[in-house]
Structures are given as structure tokens and as C-alpha cells.
């Protein structure tokens, strides 16, 4: 596993926020223990009726890391004014983590090229193997025997009585047959 992060950023993720890193080969997330801010916040100024209302679940510490090979989708959808929410979708389960937009698309384009192998990260850490074309090498061509000489050459034979009329039809014909 690689150690140093590509990316990193804060999502909120199942009503917590978690801290993310992105890596070549995976992802990772770590959700804080504890109440998060907002719901002190509510509580404050509800005069606790929201607590009342909600619980008060201290939730318990924990990571959890998706690799990237386990990977076949990556989408994201707007989720209000401010944030959108990025969906990982593997082969049997989906996360989504809520960012801004602007966020939403860095982490799908960073998530996208390392699923492809796109990523500058990736192509360094794994140099393309050197491919060698063999190509075979091109037939000569075929010799065309120069008809015309050849025609002249027959009509030399023919008037000098070496060939008959017959003899001199017959082969025009057959050289006229191969073109």
C-alpha cells in the first residue's frame, strides 16, 4: 500500500464527518469519535429539544478503506445549493461522501483515472512495459515482365520464320491472358 496520499479532504459521510485520502490503489476514511458540532449547535439552540428529539449516539471511532480495483463506478449528483455527493459504487455496495462541488469533481476525476490507470501516479509507479513491433518484411514484387517487348520480340521470331502465324497467335493470346 502506498503511503502517501493523492488527495485528502473532509466529507460527511452517514451523518459524520470523516476524514478521507485518496491513494493509488485505494481509498480510506476515518470517522472521528464523538457528537459532532452541529448537533451541540442544534442543541444549544433548541434548548436541547433536538437532542431529545435525535438521541445522543457517541458514536464510535473507525476506518474503513475501499480499493481501487474493487471499484466500477464513480458518480455525482448535486445534494443542495452547496454540496454534491459522490457515489463509489463497487460490486456490492455503494458510499457516498458529501462535498462541495467543486470538490465532487476533483475526487471523481482523480477516482475515474486511477480506475483507468490514467493517473500521472499511476503511469509513473508502473512504467509501460516496452512493446516490440515486428513487422514481416514486405514481398518483393512480382516481376511484370514487359508485355509489349516481349509481344516485339515474338513478332522478331515470327518474321524472321523461327515461329509460325500459329505459334505466334497462341502465345499473344497466353501473355495477353496474364495481365
Do not use: C
Not at 478521507?20 to 439552540?45: C, F
Amino acid at each position: 500500500m502506498t503511503d502517501q496520499p493523492l488527495y485528502r479532504f473532509t466529507s460527511h459521510i452517514l451523518g459524520k464527518n470523516a476524514k478521507l485520502s485518496v491513494y493509488t490503489d485505494r481509498i480510506e476514511w476515518e470517522v472521528a469519535r464523538g457528537v459532532s458540532g452541529g448537533k451541540v449547535t442544534a442543541g444549544v439552540l433548541t434548548a436541547g429539544l433536538s437532542v431529545l428529539a435525535t438521541g445522543v449516539r457517541n458514536g464510535k471511532a473507525g476506518t474503513e478503506m475501499i480499493p481501487v480495483k474493487s471499484m466500477t463506478s464513480v458518480t455525482t449528483k448535486r445534494d443542495g445549493m452547496l454540496n454534491s455527493k459522490v457515489s463509489v459504487i463497487t460490486g456490492g455496495n455503494t458510499v457516498d461522501f458529501r462535498v462541495s462541488h467543486a470538490e465532487a469533481q476533483i475526487v471523481k476525476d482523480t477516482l475515474t483515472d486511477l480506475m483507468l490507470g490514467k493517473h500521472p501516479a499511476v503511469q509513473e509507479a508502473s512504467p509501460a512495459p516496452a512493446v516490440t513491433v515486428v513487422t514481416p518484411p514486405a514481398p518483393a514484387p512480382a516481376a511484370q515482365p514487359d508485355v509489349a517487348a516481349q509481344l516485339q520480340q515474338l513478332a522478331g521470331l515470327r518474321d524472321a520464320g523461327i515461329l509460325t502465324e500459329e505459334e505466334f497467335t497462341t502465345k499473344k493470346a497466353e501473355m495477353l491472358a496474364r495481365l
